[in-house]
């Protein structure tokens, strides 16, 4: 949730590739979706996640999620993740929702379409703008502000520079 992370990447997540001081998680070239490097910039809660699950692993642990499997890793977490939606009343969530989660909450902060691309690591500009899509924020926040104009220009008193008129056609 707090990396925007590729459920693949998440689950395959070596303590080799984060550095907890940077407050960065470096995967590389072969796990990423794309081919190249991406260096994911992490937050103040997935860090304090990290360092917890850190201090409870084994020192010689590779995985951040391991598990009893031929890779080593969690591979396959569809009972917890049937279980967990169980338990939140979510019926229709799907795990990649969680990816796009991060990428909408970020939209409607106002971030640029290029930050979220960095923090998703995605390539290809199409793929974040779907982010800009759904974003309701901004242009609500854009309402609200002319609104508050429009209210605060009509409790002035009447004064020329005051009124705006309108052609009779398409007045609203």
């Not at 590389?28 to 990290?50: M, N, Q």
Request: glycine content about 8%; aromatic content about 6%.
């Amino acid at each position: 949730l707090f990396t925007g992370g590729r459920r693949s990447n998440i689950m395959a997540m070596q303590w080799g590739e984060i550095d907890l001081d940077a407050r960065t998680w470096s995967i590389p070239s072969a796990k990423a979706k794309g081919g190249r490097p991406i260096d994911v910039p992490l937050g103040e809660a997935a860090v304090d996640i990290l360092r917890r699950r850190r201090q409870s692993a084994a020192d010689e642990a590779t995985f951040v999620f391991p598990a009893m499997s031929i890779s080593g890793h969690v591979e396959s977490p569809k009972k917890r993740w049937a279980a967990f939606r169980k338990r939140a009343g979510l019926d229709d969530v799907r795990m990649h929702d969680i990816r796009r989660t991060l990428g909408s909450f970020m939209v409607d902060q106002g971030a640029p379409l290029e930050v979220i691309a960095k923090q998703l690591g995605h390539r290809d500009r199409k793929s974040t703008e779907v982010y800009a899509r759904i974003a309701m924020k901004p242009v609500r926040d854009a309402q609200a502000n002319a609104e508050s104009a429009i209210m605060a220009a009509a409790a002035k008193p009447r004064q020329t520079g005051n009124v705006v008129s309108l052609p009779r056609k398409g007045r609203k």
